[in-house]
T-cell receptor, first 112, second 112 residues
Framework: RKEVEQDPGPFNVPEGATVAFNCTYSNSASQSFFWYRQDCRKEPKLLMSVYSSGNEDGRFTAQLNRASQYISLLIRDSKLSDSATYLCVVNHGLGGYNKLIFGAGTRLAVHP | NAGVTQTPKFRVLKTGQSMTLLCAQDMNHEYMYWYRQDPGMGLRLIHYSVGEGTTAKGEVPDGYNVSRLKKQNFLLGLESAAPSQTSVYFC???????????FGPGTRLLVL
């Protein structure tokens, strides 16, 4: 079983749609959580951190459920520029360094 | 301020050849990382470094060696390339006390 699991997609949605991505993680000791965005043939970039109380950044809302070990990302009013792969990332916080575990990603394609 | 840079961007090797991938960062980050990314899988950590002169094994270290002689540079070596090492290699760096990792643009390696 993968430590971080995501639906690979692709999610094909029209502009203006609301889309939600889910992610589950297996290590209950995980300490912090993130969503990264990766454009085609580019490097991953931090989109947002995920806090226990849930947090919002413009059209993006992230939620965390520690009891279910589940993370979500909601994108409202999708734009063409949102087309990318979204990586769910978990920090185990062990070993004295920032041990990030990456999901394989969920691909989003927004069409006109 | 270039951030994280990687050279080369693309390389084709024959089985058994050796090569070195160079990563450089100008953000004075203490931590540096080498990942590989393969289709359908999340980024996997090869080696990492928590400071100049230190290196440690990550999740998939076999077949690779690293060195960090200067704080700003992190080198990844393949002594005898194998087709299984065909992948996209990403370098990343971070501050010791921050979890956000900043990635380089990647190196695409094809081993024939």
């Amino acid at each position: 079983r993968k430590e971080v699991e995501q639906d690979p997609g692709p999610f094909n949605v029209p502009e203006g749609a609301t889309v939600a991505f889910n992610c589950t993680y297996s290590n209950s000791a995980s300490q912090s959580f993130f969503w990264y965005r990766q454009d085609c043939r580019k490097e991953p970039k931090l989109l947002m951190s995920v806090y226990s109380s849930g947090n919002e950044d413009g059209r993006f809302t992230a939620q965390l459920n520690r009891a279910s070990q589940y993370i979500s990302l909601l994108i409202r009013d999708s734009k063409l520029s949102d087309s990318a792969t979204y990586l769910c990332v978990v920090n185990h916080g062990l070993g004295g360094y920032n041990k990030l575990i990456f999901g394989a990603g969920t691909r989003l394609a927004v069409h006109p | 301020n270039a951030g994280v840079t990687q050279t080369p961007k693309f390389r084709v090797l024959k089985t058994g050849q050796s090569m070195t991938l160079l990563c450089a960062q100008d953000m004075n980050h203490e931590y540096m990382y080498w990942y590989r990314q393969d289709p359908g899988m999340g980024l996997r950590l090869i080696h990492y470094s928590v400071g100049e002169g230190t290196t440690a094994k990550g999740e998939v270290p076999d077949g690779y060696n690293v060195s960090r002689l200067k704080k700003q540079n992190f080198l990844l070596g393949l002594e005898s390339a194998a087709p299984s090492q065909t992948s996209v290699y990403f370098c990343a760096s971070s501050y010791r006390r921050q979890e956000t990792q900043y990635f380089g643009p990647g190196t695409r390696l094809l081993v024939l």
